[in-house]
């Protein structure tokens, strides 16, 4: 599991379809669908249900939405701490 999953998983639940994940993380379609299908098999569950007209959450992803964030969150500070320490050194 690594940011870049965590943050196409969290964009595909915002947006409930792949595409407009991708194009909001400025990534390709099957790039997103790459990363989801990559942590999906990493926690052994499905997060969404794929459909022609999008992507639904499945209750396990709705389960993890809130704690995904606040990794990315929490990883946000992380990077923002350090900018801030690596100006100073």
Not at 18 to 28: T, V
Not at 29 to 52: H, N, W
């Amino acid at each position: 599991m690594n940011e870049r999953e965590l943050q196409a998983f969290v964009a595909v639940a915002e947006h409930g379809r792949m595409d407009l994940a991708a194009k909001a993380l400025g990534y390709s379609q099957p790039a997103v669908s790459y990363q989801i299908k990559c942590l999906e098999m990493t926690l052994g569950a499905k997060l969404f249900v794929r459909t022609s007209s999008g992507a639904s959450i499945t209750r396990t992803g709705a389960l993890m939405l809130p704690s995904a964030q606040a990794v990315l969150t929490l990883m946000r500070g992380i990077k923002a701490t350090t900018g801030d320490l690596a100006l100073v050194a």
